[in-house]
């Protein structure tokens, strides 16, 4: 990692700010790694349709994902001062799309801590999952890409 996980939190942090949680204040700042250095921000935006609001982990994958970039090392979520913010189930599984090795970084307690995402995400649905031949029909039927 080129970039020093106090960095990519900080990076989170900033990102924070950015937050859009009218309605439960929670603001969450993500900062992604890129595998070529780049790092890509995102902030949790919530919608009055709650369903429609986004996480900010998955945010600054779609962010990388409009420049083209589709490996990634690292992410580092922020959440309130104070309160151990993790990654949701379905951002932990988006993030394994990317990067099933990456590193999850977060404060704990004041303390900064790294966690493989594997071990957030243990047995983890993927590409190696799906059988080719179901895979290319739904693409022909619009389903996937």
Do not use: K, W
């Amino acid at each position: 990692m080129a970039l020093e996980p106090s960095e990519l939190l900080a990076a989170a942090i900033l990102a924070r700010e950015r937050a859009y949680a009218p309605y439960s204040q929670f603001r969450v700042g993500a900062a992604l790694l890129a595998a070529d250095g780049r790092v890509f921000t995102g902030a949790n935006a919530e919608n009055a349709s709650y369903g429609l609001s986004m996480c900010a982990e998955r945010v600054a994958i779609y962010h990388a994902l409009s420049a083209g970039v589709r490996h990634f090392d690292a992410v580092a979520v922020a959440g309130p001062d104070g309160v151990r913010t993790m990654p949701c189930g379905a951002c932990r599984q988006v993030l394994h799309e990317f990067g099933a090795a990456m590193q999850v970084i977060f404060a704990d307690d004041g303390r900064l801590r790294l966690m493989p995402l594997t071990s957030l995400l243990p047995e983890a649905f993927g590409r190696s999952d799906i059988d080719p031949g179901q895979a290319g029909a739904a693409v022909s039927r619009g389903i996937a890409r």
